[in-house]
């Protein structure tokens, strides 16, 4: 599975910016889907995870609210929006796929994911 994500750029502070992430090799829908940051400085983590179907969502404590995975199967391409954004949000951000397919719960630790994006690079000023 080859992923590419898109959607970076720099933005100001209360902006908005959508994400998304393309498959090719393979397709996405048996597989839960998540999406990273990495800040200068900063381990890798995760922010926000969605399951093969698209029924189960889940997203880490610190963007909840803001935040919203999505995906297309139809496309094999799977899409986050972040809100409000803030000068804490500046990192680069990753899609990855799980390295197991059809499993039924999102994990959220970076092991699991087996297949990443290139990660694109977001810079939020203030």
């Known amino acids: 599975v080859q992923l590419q994500a898109s959607g970076g750029g720099l933005v100001q502070a209360g902006g908005s910016l959508r994400f998304s992430c393309a498959a090719s090799?393979?397709?996405?829908?048996?597989?839960?889907m998540g999406w990273f940051r990495q800040a200068p400085g900063k381990e890798r983590e995760f922010i926000a995870g969605?399951?093969?179907?698209?029924?189960?969502?889940h997203y880490a404590d610190s963007v909840k609210g803001r935040i919203t995975i999505s995906r297309d199967n139809a496309k094999n391409t799977v899409y986050l929006q972040i809100d409000n954004l803030k000068p804490e949000d500046t990192a680069v951000y990753y899609c990855a796929a799980d390295s197991q397919p059809f499993r039924t719960v999102v994990v959220a630790t970076t092991d699991e994911y087996g297949y990443w994006g290139p990660g694109t690079q977001v810079t939020v000023s203030s």
């Open positions: 969605i399951s093969w179907s698209g029924r189960r969502l």
């Open positions: 090799g393979s397709t996405l829908d048996v597989y839960a």
